[in-house]
């Protein structure tokens, strides 16, 4: 069992910038992908970014590209624990929403929203 832990939400005016991260707790595979998805008030949740386990490969929302930046740290050790981030820069007020992170063996299953593992999310709220 995963456990993904965000952290980093807030309230931001237009234009600034929020960081999030996400922390996996427990058994990971070799090829586990991490990704970030949103949903805001009234809508359906969207896929936003997706890394691979090397950090080799992304994938982003066309809404987003040029202004989000995922990333990621390995664990090194059994110790410590795998951490996604997500950049987040001159936001928008579209960009409110609660934003979730989501972890998976299959890269591009990942992508499509199909995951068993699941954040609690974190609030970002873009003021205009």
């Known amino acids: 069992q995963v456990q993904l832990v965000e952290s980093g939400g807030g309230l931001v005016q237009a234009g600034g910038s929020l960081r999030l991260s996400c922390v996996a707790s427990?058994?990971?595979?070799?090829?586990?992908?991490m990704g970030w998805f949103r949903q805001a008030p009234g809508k359906e949740r969207e896929f936003v970014a997706v890394i691979s386990r090397s950090g080799g490969t992304t994938d982003y929302a066309d809404s987003v590209k040029g202004r989000f930046t995922i990333s990621r740290d390995n664990a090194k050790n059994t110790v410590s624990k795998n951490t996604v981030y997500l950049q987040m820069n001159s936001l928008r007020p579209e960009d409110t929403a609660v934003y979730y992170c989501a972890g998976g063996g299959l890269y591009g299953a990942l992508v499509r929203g199909r995951s068993d593992d699941w954040g609690q999310g974190t609030q970002v709220t873009v003021s205009s």
């Open positions: 427990g058994r990971t595979s070799s090829n586990y992908a």
